[in-house]
């Protein structure tokens, strides 16, 4: 059983959990016979396993996902399921909201522990503690702290230990307006992205904005700063969609002037504003399945979600922002063999890789997270 780190470092988890050396080589199977035999034990175990399947996972995967999604849809759909192993193909924090979501006999299962979140790892929960301490004392007024649902549990327990809540890219308007609602300030991690993004849609100002960065002493601000500010915005972001540049959508304009530019919120503020369009993966997919045919659109999301929309749609263009791969590495770490090395532990009666969230931490976040999916 894989207990709770205080914030998800996957390469710690490996080494603690030996799951890191490959279970099945290449050696033993060829990547083409992987496909072959994950058809046929999913088949054989069809009424104990459900397969989960993020966005951003690669094609060979997520084609034996029962259920595909962004972050929000996954987690509605955890509360649902039934079967006894649910194999969770997207990253650790995914796996550990799915665990707190589903019953307590249900497994959870992610196929390669090293599979984490950068971002994620950019806000510890000593950190957040210590930010905490120093605001309180900064100011008399009421902060409600949200977390970007990209974090470790712990986080998601803080805030819901906090009067706080959790956010996905789809919601997270919809819950700073809820937050601002019950408090005077917000404290926003650990994406500043999304936070700064999102708030400057509402209307706030990127003046009454300040950034808390966790490196620097008291995050490099005054209690003055804090006290004036109506947001404080975590300094952490996403390696993959800060990939994204202003000169790509100068460039990309400047050669097809009738091209949409459609943009996940976790890009920065530049490229954010001088897109066409913004919005979470599910907003950015149902925006060019409903565009007619003959659209064109530049994409800046992961790579092989973009892949993905270009293939279903040939009627209509639809690229990559960044002449780069755009490719989140640790989504990536999803291979076919480790999800047919977790089908093969549980027919053997001897599954891997279980994620489990202790149950103190799972109380205190399940109180976040269901305030999340009550604001409507
Ligand atoms: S795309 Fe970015 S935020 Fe999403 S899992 Fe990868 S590193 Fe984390």
Not at 183 to 211: A, E, S, Y
Not at 261 to 280: L, M, R
Not at 302 to 326: D, G, H, M, W
Not at 332 to 338: A, E, F, N, Q, S
Request: hydrophobic share 40%.
């Amino acid at each position: 059983m894989l207990d709770l780190f205080e914030s998800h470092d996957s390469s710690k988890d490996a080494e603690n959990n030996g799951t890191h050396k490959p279970i099945i080589s290449e050696d033993e199977l060829s990547d083409a016979n992987v496909l072959i035999e994950l058809k046929k034990i999913k088949e054989e175990l069809r009424d104990q396993v459900v397969v989960l399947g993020h966005h951003y996972q690669q094609d060979d995967v997520i084609n034996f996902a029962d259920i595909t999604g962004d972050s929000l849809q996954l987690a509605r759909e955890a509360a649902n399921l039934d079967k006894p192993y649910i194999i969770f193909c997207g990253v650790h924090f995914m796996a550990e909201t799915t665990d707190m979501l589903t019953k307590p006999n249900q497994k959870v299962i992610l196929p390669d522990l090293r599979a984490g979140c950068s971002m994620a790892d950019m806000a510890k929960r000593s950190e957040i503690d210590k930010a905490w301490a120093f605001m309180q004392k900064s100011t008399n007024e009421k902060i409600i702290p949200v977390t970007y649902i990209n974090c470790a549990a712990t986080l998601k327990a803080f805030v819901g230990d906090n009067d706080g809540s959790i956010c996905t890219s789809s919601n997270a308007e919809k819950i700073i307006r809820w937050a601002l609602d019950q408090g005077d300030k917000l404290l926003f991690f650990p994406d500043q992205h999304l936070g700064r993004n999102t708030c400057f849609k509402m209307g706030i100002p990127l003046t009454d904005m300040v950034v808390y960065n966790p490196n620097m002493l008291n995050g490099g601000l005054t209690s003055e700063q804090i006290n004036k500010a109506k947001v404080i915005l975590w300094y952490g972001f996403c390696s993959v969609h800060q990939g994204f540049t202003l000169e790509q959508v100068h460039a990309t304009k400047k050669r097809d002037p009738s091209i949409t530019v459609i943009v996940h919120p976790e890009c920065n503020f530049e490229v954010t504003q001088a897109a066409d369009d913004n919005g979470s993966t599910s907003y950015i997919i149902d925006k060019i399945t409903k565009a007619p045919a003959g659209s064109k659109f530049a994409v800046g999301t992961e790579i092989n979600l973009v892949n993905r929309l270009a293939q279903e749609f040939p009627n209509k263009t639809i690229l990559s922002l960044s002449p780069y791969q755009c490719l989140c590495t640790t989504m990536y770490r999803v291979r076919p063999r480790w999800l047919l090395a977790s089908f093969r532990a549980i027919k053997d009666n001897k599954p891997i890789n279980i994620i489990t969230v202790p149950d103190d931490i799972a109380r205190s976040s399940l109180k976040a997270l269901n305030r999340m999916l009550d604001v409507k």
